[in-house]
């Protein structure tokens, strides 16, 4: 299997089912942020436990991209600390825009590494950046809410 297929599969499956997906409480903050050049949409709540992110969850709709990078990224983040989830997205942030010429971590990025392809494809880069972008909104958020 080529690593481009492989890709395409861990994708797809994440797609088919969605990891920590739904709306639960407590949370301290909501957000929704949407990707008008694709129609993605994703309304993502985080609930943190001091600096722990307790909690990821979501409800989307759009392309299997968008759809299955907030899936990744709820599972990079959730029992991490906040600042160890904003380290991730900016490194997942750097890949995105390294137009396919960064080689991820796969250490750190897990299965978000199979988003390494689409950097090449600049109209989905906001696809795969969206739960991610939400996470770091609702984040910030959260901290003005209980500092
Ligand atoms: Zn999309």
Redo the contacts with the bound molecule.
């Keep these: 299997m080529k690593v481009e297929e492989l890709y395409q599969e861990i994708i797809l499956d994440h797609y088919r089912a969605k990891h920590h997906s739904g709306l639960r409480d407590p949370y301290e903050a909501e957000v929704h942020h949407v990707?008008p050049?694709?129609?993605?949409e994703v309304t993502l709540r985080v609930h943190l436990d001091g600096d722990t992110v307790s909690d990821v969850s979501y409800e989307g709709v759009?392309?299997s991209?968008?759809q299955a990078s907030t899936s990744v990224m709820s599972d990079l983040v959730i029992g991490h600390s906040y600042q160890h989830g904003l380290g991730l997205h900016q490194e997942f942030l750097t890949l995105m825009q390294s137009k396919g010429e960064i080689e991820p971590d796969e250490d750190r990025l897990e299965d978000g590494i199979a988003f390494a392809g689409v950097a090449k494809f600049p109209a989905?880069v906001?696809?795969a950046l969206?739960g991610w972008s939400a996470f770091k909104d609702a984040v910030i958020q959260a901290q003005g809410s209980t500092n």
């Design positions: 990707n050049s694709c129609g993605d759009g392309c991209i968008s989905r906001k696809c969206l």
